[in-house]
């Protein structure tokens, strides 16, 4: 009989997604003028580090430097030097291109 696995795939379903949080600074270290993120969407800029806090809340951030794509990340994540001019945020599976 089947009926755990079935709870337990209900229980995944329904189980909420976790909060996440997108912060970018306007230079390395984590230092300059700060934004915040905490929906889907994107912020447009000069940014030189990040931190991002999405580890199981089913959203990820992409980003990008104008059009070219640096890269994506869904688990919690710094990076303290790094250059990019576009965040997006959005719910895996779809990413969206730069």
Do not use: E
């Not at 990820?60 to 104008?66: I, P």
């Not at 070219?68 to 599976?93: E, H, M, Q």
């Amino acid at each position: 009989m089947k009926i755990p696995a079935i709870a337990a795939v209900i229980g995944l379903l329904a189980t909420p997604s976790l909060a996440f949080q997108l912060d970018v600074y306007t230079q390395d270290n984590y230092a300059g003028q700060h934004k915040s993120l905490t929906n889907t969407g994107s912020l447009s800029g000069q940014y030189h580090s990040y931190k991002w806090q999405g580890t199981r809340s089913g959203h990820c951030v992409q980003f990008c430097n104008s059009n070219r794509d640096l890269g994506y990340r869904c688990d919690d994540y710094s990076n303290n030097a790094i250059w990019f001019t576009k965040a997006i945020v959005y719910k895996y599976p779809n990413k969206p291109g730069c």
